[in-house]
């Protein structure tokens, strides 16, 4: 079973986020419905995990769930999700469907090009959402306003070069010089 290092925007605010780290496919699934299908971004694929479906479902459960008088756990997500103790759990990220945009690094199924570019299969911009859109243009370093409308944010990042996935500084932390020391 795969696994990853994800942001997960509580609630769907991405002002309001949380990493991450050994995240299954089928934990993405109950927080993509927890918190909302465009919550759960900058994936990055890792090592996998030898686990079974009922292990797994049985880890989810304890941990989205609440406890129950017989000592085990219940969660509506993982319930709706995987219902029945032998339930079929997702094993690997491309099962999910994910835009390819969400992902940080190469998603499952492109192909390696150099050291720090890959190959990603084209996206279609026009089927996600529109705060979704802005944050694949922050992560390009394409300039867009919240006010844009969604059609001027595609056609942004359309006409703008991707950047190579190295070349993204996605840390946060604005380059500090003496020019804004004290701003």
Do not use: C
């Amino acid at each position: 079973m795969q696994t990853a290092s994800v942001l997960v925007a509580l609630a769907g605010d991405t002002g309001n986020t949380v990493q991450k780290w050994g995240v299954t496919p089928s934990e993405v699934a109950v927080l993509q419905l927890v918190h909302g299908s465009d919550a759960v971004t900058n994936i990055r694929v890792g090592e996998d995990v030898q686990r079974t479906n009922r292990a797994e479902r049985e880890r989810l459960a304890a941990f989205y769930g609440q406890p129950q008088p017989d000592g085990g756990f219940k969660s509506i997500a993982v319930d709706s999700l995987f219902p029945g103790a032998a339930a079929r759990l997702f094993e690997r990220f491309d099962e999910l469907e994910i835009d390819e945009g969400f992902f940080v690094a190469p998603p499952p199924g492109t192909t390696i090009t150099t050291a720090s570019t890959y190959a990603a299969p084209a996206l279609e911009l026009s089927k996600l959402k529109k705060d979704a859109l802005i944050r694949l243009a922050e992560q390009r370093g394409v300039d867009v306003a919240d006010t844009d409308t969604k059609a001027a944010i595609i056609e942004a990042i359309e006409a703008a070069p991707e950047a190579a996935v190295d070349e993204v500084d996605d840390s946060g932390i604005e380059e500090m010089t003496d020019g804004n020391l004290f701003e």
